[in-house]
């Protein structure tokens, strides 16, 4: 069983009252449970997080080893197109991670084109509504598998190597 962690920054706190038109209108506790009920599915454990603070989001990204995170679901949310800081959190503690819109953002101003983590994710997804997330969980969840198999591979060559 893998842990993941689900991050969500500013203003999502606000799902479900905010720009429905944008965000759709289910609340962020609501989007959590469901996202619980798919992760215990899937075998692992989720942890979830939201801040309107950079400083709170930084301590989340550099707390996930001693929460022993394999891999990070994180909305940076308006953060995507601005903060340097929680990119570098990010790779200071180099944390696995997959980025997450409910909206498309390339479809939207062109300042939210721009993103300061979609170079250094596994991979994004945008532009799904809450849809976006499950994704995210389904691609953590290969991503645990891989690194699983990689492991073994790494462990059985490793004790064919000490009996010859
Ligand atoms: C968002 C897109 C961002 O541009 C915006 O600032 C948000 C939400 C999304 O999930 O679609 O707050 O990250």
């Given at each position: 069983m893998a842990t993941i962690m689900l991050l969500n920054g500013p203003?999502?706190?606000?799902?479900?009252?905010?720009?429905p038109e944008k965000y759709r209108s289910k609340t962020l506790a609501d989007l959590t449970t469901e996202l619980n009920d798919v992760t215990k599915k899937l075998g692992h454990k989720l942890i979830s997080e939201q801040s309107n603070s950079e400083s709170e989001l930084i301590e989340h990204i550099h707390s996930a080893h001693r929460h022993k995170v394999d891999v990070m679901i994180f909305n940076p949310a308006a953060y995507t197109h601005t903060s340097i800081a929680l990119r570098d959190a990010i790779l200071a503690v180099n944390l696995p991670f997959i980025e997450v819109h409910l909206s498309n953002i390339f479809r939207r101003e062109e300042y939210r084109k721009h993103s300061y983590f979609s170079d250094i994710a596994l991979g994004v997804v945008s532009?799904?509504?809450?849809f976006s997330y499950v994704l995210a969980l389904q691609a953590c969840s290969q991503f645990i598998a891989h690194k699983e198999q990689q492991k073994a591979a790494a462990a059985a060559a490793a004790s064919a190597k000490q009996t010859k």
């Open positions: 203003n999502m706190n606000l799902l479900g009252t905010r720009e532009g799904f509504g809450e």
